[in-house]
């Protein structure tokens, strides 16, 4: 099969008509799109994703009636969130509709669902008569796509269209919030930090590790290894056989190094972050050195995808 890349909205919403699979753009990573009331075109996601089944997808949708048609229904605090939150980087777990397949939930009670804001999808998603399954647009594992050029790297043959919206804004996946016990949980750090939602609506309790699949060791990995701590780690490698990936630091004498915000910001750190990992993964070395950034603001969301990058790396070296 041949892959497609352009602007074409209209293309693109006759192709997810067909029942067939498009890249679609986010502010936070790509997606890898399909209708997701049609069981084929769904199980078509997990195929080409190589992703199992015990996986679920996020639902994506333009507005909260959207919403309101996946869900049996929608919580306070919920109504809350998207109204300040969305369209963005805001996906809510809440109990589903029979009527939305067990195969895009992975049997789970709960769906999860998102508005995302970037222009050319909500265009899109305006156009379709049913809402998008859509996981980020990477094999099963490797790092979330930021570009349409990522996507093609890894997808080509795979789909017919990638829907190009440049650069993800973000660059970082969605905040994943859900809610239990009168509690409010977040099961992923992403694009919307913690304390933006803590001072929208109090305390909310971080567990990153339970129903989020995005949470398997291994996830968001580069292939070669990713160790913690340029410092601790640098001894161990010639000069040239390492890359180093920071803040914003420069060590003398690497010739393989990236900042990920000259400008100290940590909105260029996150939207730099997957990218800089791919490129630094291509270099003919032997590791990538990575320090965390500063803990505050998305900080928390790039050191968790850090740490998730470095797990196999410390079996490996
Ligand atoms: O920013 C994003 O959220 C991107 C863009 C494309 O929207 N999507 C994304 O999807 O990151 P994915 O599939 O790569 O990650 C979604 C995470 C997975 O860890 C999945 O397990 C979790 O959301 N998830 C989805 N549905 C769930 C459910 N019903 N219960 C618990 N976790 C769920
Ligand atoms: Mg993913």
Redesign the pocket.
């Known amino acids: 099969m041949k892959t497609e890349i352009g602007c074409d909205v209209t293309k693109a919403k006759e192709l997810l008509e067909e029942g067939k699979l498009v890249a ?1 753009p ?1 502010e ?4 890898l799109a399909g209708n997701a009331l049609d069981q084929k075109a769904v199980l078509e996601i997990f195929e080409v994703k190589n ?1 199992p089944h015990f ?4 639902v ?1 949708t333009h507005s909260l009636e959207g919403i309101a048609a996946c869900v049996k229904e929608i919580p306070e605090r919920a109504l809350l969130l998207l109204w300040h939150f969305s369209p963005g ?1 805001l ?1 809510l ?1 809440l109990p ?1 509709k029979e009527t939305l397949s067990d195969l895009v ?2 049997n ?1 009670p ?3 669902v ?1 508005i ?1 804001s970037h222009p050319l999808v909500l265009q899109l998603l305006k156009t379709l008569p049913f809402p998008l399954a ?4 990477n094999p099963f594992g490797y790092i ?1 796509p930021t570009t349409a050029q990522h996507v093609f790297a890894q997808l080509q043959g795979k789909i017919p269209y990638i829907l190009d919206g440049k650069a993800a804004e973000i660059g ?3 905040t ?1 919030i ?1 809610f239990h016990d009168n509690k409010t949980i977040l ?2 750090l ?2 919307i930090p913690v304390e933006a939602i803590e001072a929208l609506i109090g305390k909310v309790h971080i567990q990153p590790s339970t ?5 398997l060791q291994n996830h968001y990995a580069p292939r070669k290894p990713l160790l913690l701590g340029i410092k601790e780690n640098r001894d161990r490698f010639e000069r040239n056989q390492v890359a180093l990936l920071s803040f914003n630091s420069f060590f003398e004498k690497y010739p393989y190094q990236a900042q990920l915000a000259p400008d100290g910001k940590m909105r260029t750190a996150a939207a730099s972050l997957f990218h800089t990992m791919r490129l630094l993964d291509e270099l003919p070395i032997q590791a990538i050195l990575a320090d965390f950034v500063p803990e505050e603001g998305l900080g928390l969301a790039i050191n968790d995808r850090l740490f998730r990058a470095s797990f196999k790396m410390g079996h490996s070296v």
């Open positions: 679609i986010t936070t990573v790509y997606g992703r996986d679920p997808l996020i994506h980087p996906t777990l589903k939930t992975a789970s709960l769906v999860a998102r995302p859509a996981p980020s647009a979330s970082l996946e969605s994943i859900g099961y992923r992403g694009g129903a989020a699949p995005g949470h």
